[in-house]
C-alpha cells in the first residue's frame, strides 16, 4: 500500500476512528488513532485510565480554549474594546487551585488501584524467564502448575525473510510480507514465538544479559524493562487465544528497532500438549547431546 | 526619570575592532547577542539531524542511513538542541533583559559571562567533532543510559567532556544571573516587583546551579566506568545500572523544567502588553514559578515508571508529578485572564505567546496522561512521549524564544520588522508545527516505539504527514533570519516604548538601547511596570 489512495485511507479513518473506543485489534491498524483495550484484564483498565485521563484533558481544553477563543473574539481594540484595571481575584484563583487538585485525585484514585492490581504477582500458575540480547529474545519455561519445566527454552528473533526486506538498500518491499492471517507482518514477526496459555496467570520474570532493553506487547497492556543484573517481575493473564505482537522499546543499540516479540496463546489443552512435546523433544536433544559426549575416543586420535 | 539618566550616558562606546568588541566583551547586550547567534547556528544544526531522522522515517524500509548512523542523529539531535538551542537561547534573553529590567547598568560579574558564553563554541567543537571520529558519534541516546552508550568509541569521551563545559558554563551563567538580581536591582525595585521574566531567570538560575553538578557526577562516572575500571553501572562489578538513571534524572526532570520556566516569564511580559491590561494574579505567578521548581526535585523516577521500582515508589511518583499541573494551571488561567476584558491586539510577538499558550497546554495534558502510572506503562518510550517533550519543547520553549525576540527586537536594533511577514512566519511554523508532532500522538498510541529507524508498515502513514511537517519546519530559520535581516537593513525606526502597551523599565530607554544603560539608576515608578500595582 502506498500513501496514494488517500480517500480509501480517509473512510478507513473514519471506521477506525468510529471504532476507537471499543474494538480490540490484535495488532496495529494503519490509521490507528488511539490504544486498543487490548486482551487482558489489565490493559481493559489501562485503557479505561488512559481515556478517562484523556477526557479530563478533553473537559479543561474545551474550557479553558473556548475561554480563550471568547477573549479573542469579544475583547479585540479593533472593536473598541477597552482595557480593564484590575489584576487580581484571590477567590477565583483559590478555586482554579482547588478543582484541579480534586479533578487529580478523581484520577489518582483509580489508578492507584489497578496498580497495586498489576504489581501482584503472587498467585500465578507458571513462570517465563525472558532474557534479553542484542538484538534477541530469549524465553525459558521456568515451571507449570507448581512443577518445573525440563528444559524448555529457546530464542526468538526477527524471521529472515524480514531481516533480508529490512536492509539499507534491499529494494525488497515491506509491503510484500504479510503473515498467515493477512497481517502486514513486517519488522513484527519472529522464527520462534512465545507460546503461552490462555486464560492462565503466567509470570514473567525480565532480565537481560548486555544492555537495557524492554519487552512490550500493547496487547498486555506494559511493558517491563529487561535491565542486565537485575530481574524483575510482571504477570498477565490472556483471555484470548490469538496471536500478539509487540517490540523492544528501549533503545538498545543499532538494530533496536528490529528485535520483535510475538506471543502467540494458545488453549489450555493446546499449550500442554505443546509443552510435553517440547519437553520430550528436549529430553531427546539431552540424551543424544550425553551420548556423544560419551562416546570412547578412539585409539590413538588425541 | 530613567529616559533621562540613560540619554545621558555615554553612549556608543563600543569596542571598535572585531575582536574587541565579541571576544573580549564584557558587555551584557552584546553577550546576549553572542549566545542569541549562536543558539541559531545550533538550531539549524540540529534541525539538519532532525532533517535526516524524518527522511529515514518518511516510509518503511531503511532508504537512506544505517541504524547505527540514525542513532547518531536523534543523539546528537538532541543534546544540540537542549544544550545549544533552548538553554543559550534563555540565558542570551537573561543577558540582554535581566539588567534593563531591573535597572542595572550590566551584569554584577561581566568578565565571567564573557568567559560563560566562550566555553561555549569550543564545548560544540568537542561535541560536533565525534560525527567525524571513527567509531561515530555517541549513539546511545542523549540520556546516555549505561551499559549501552558505553559502547560506543571514543567519541563518548568527547560527549563527556563537552558536557562538562556546557555544565560549567550554565553554571557560571547562573551565578551571575544570580548576583546580578539579588545585588544591583534599581532602588525600588523590590523583589516582589520584579517583572515575572526576572522571577523566572532568578528560580531558573537556582535550579541549574543545583542539579548541574549531578549530570556532571554522572558523566564522570560514566567515563571512569568506561576507561577506569570502575563499576558504578556496571552489574558484573556489582554495580546498578539503574542508579545511573536516577541520578541522571534527578538532573534531569528540574532541566525539563530550566527549559520551560524562561518561558514562562517571557509569555508573562508579551501577554499583558498586547491586552494593554497589568498581568493577573502577579503574586501567584510568582509562587507558582517557585512551587514548579520546588516540585521538579521530587519527581524524576516518572521517567522511569517501567524500570522495576517498587509499588511504593510508582505510587509517590505519580501524585508528585500530578501535582505539578496544579502551579502550571494556575499560571495558564491567569494568562487567560490577563487577556479577558484586556484591549486586545495581535502583532507578532503576541501570535507567538497564544500559540505558545494553546500548544504548550496540550504538551501538558499529555503530560498529565504519561503521570498516570498504569496508563504510562503503555506510552512509555513511545511516539506518544515523543510527541509530548516536542509540543513542550518546540510549541512551547522554542515558540516563546521566537515570540521574545519578536518582541524585544526593536529594543535591541532600533528597528521594526515587517510585521505580516512575521505573521507569515507565525502561520507557516504553527501549521507545519503541528503537522509535524500531532500524528505522533496516533503513532505511539498504535504502538510505534521511539528511537527505530523503520517501523511496521501500519504506521506508514502517519509517518508521512510527520515528515511534510517536519520538511515545512525546516524552512522557518532561513525566513526568521531573512525578516530580522531585512529589519535590520531597512526596517522602519522603532520608538522606545515600540509596543504601546509594554510596560518595564526596558521601555524608558530609547530604542536601540544605548551600548551603556541605567548608569544611574533609574526611578521605579509602580505605574510602569506590567504587572501594575502589586501593593495588595
Redesign the interface.
Known sequence: MKFGGIWRKAGAWAAASALASGAAWANPQPWQLNLTSGVTDTSRQVYGLHMLAFWVCVGIGVVVFGAMIVAMVRFRKSKGAVAETWSHNTKLELVWTVIPVLILISLAWPATRTMIRMTDTSGADMTVKITAYQWKWRYDYVDYQGKPVNRVGFISKLDSENDRVRQLGSGLDPWSLKSADGFDDYLLNVDHPLVLPAGVKVRFVITADDVIHAWWVPQLGWKQDAIPGIVNSQWTQIDEPGIYRGQCAELCGQDHGFMPIVVKAVPKAEFEQWLTAQEAASAVDQAAHTAQTNVPTPAGRG | MATHAATHDHHDEKPQGFLDRWLFTTNHKDIGTLYLVFSFTMVCIGAAMSGVIRAELMK?????????FF?EMTTMHALVMIFGAIMPAFVGLANWMVPLMIGAPDMALPRMNNWSFWILPFAFVLLLSTLFMPGGAP???WTM?P??VL?GGNGIAFMIFAIHLMGISSIMGAINIIATILNMRAPGMDLLKMPVFVWSWLITAFLLIAVLPVLAGAVTMLLTDKYFGTSFFN??GG????MYQHIFWFFGHPEVYIMILPAFGIISEIVPTF??????????MVYALACIAFLSFIVWAHHMF???MP?GG??FF??AT??I??PT??K???W??T????????ETPMLWA?AF??LF??GG??G??TA????D??Y???YFVVAHFHYVLVTGALFSIIGAIYYWWPKWTGRMYNDKWGKIHFWWSVVFANVLFFPQH?LG??????????????????N?ISSIGAFGMFFTPFMFFFILWHSKRHGAKADARAWDGARGLEWTVPSPAPYHTFSTPPLVDDSLLA????SH
Open positions: 518503511p524500509g531503511l532508504q537512506l542511513v544505517q541504524p547505527y542513532n549513539a546511545g541516546g543510559y551499559p549501552l559502547q552489574a558484573a554495580g546498578d545500572p539503574v491586552a494593554r491590561k497589568p498581568l493577573f494574579g502577579y503574586k501567584a517501567t524500570v522495576g509499588l510508582e505510587l505519580m501524585y500530578m501535582l499541573a496544579v494551571g494556575v495558564v488561567f491567569n487567560l485572564t487577556m479577558w476584558r484586556g484591549s486586545l491586539t495581535f497564544i499558550v494553546i497546554t496540550i495534558f499529555s498529565v496522561m498516570v502510572v498504569p496508563a506503562f503503555q512509555q518510550d513511545t496516533f498510541l498504535a504502538g510505534m516505539p521511539r528511537r527505530i529507524p523503520d517501523y511496521n508498515v501500519a504506521f506508514a502513514d502517519f508521512f504587572h501594575g500595582d502589586v
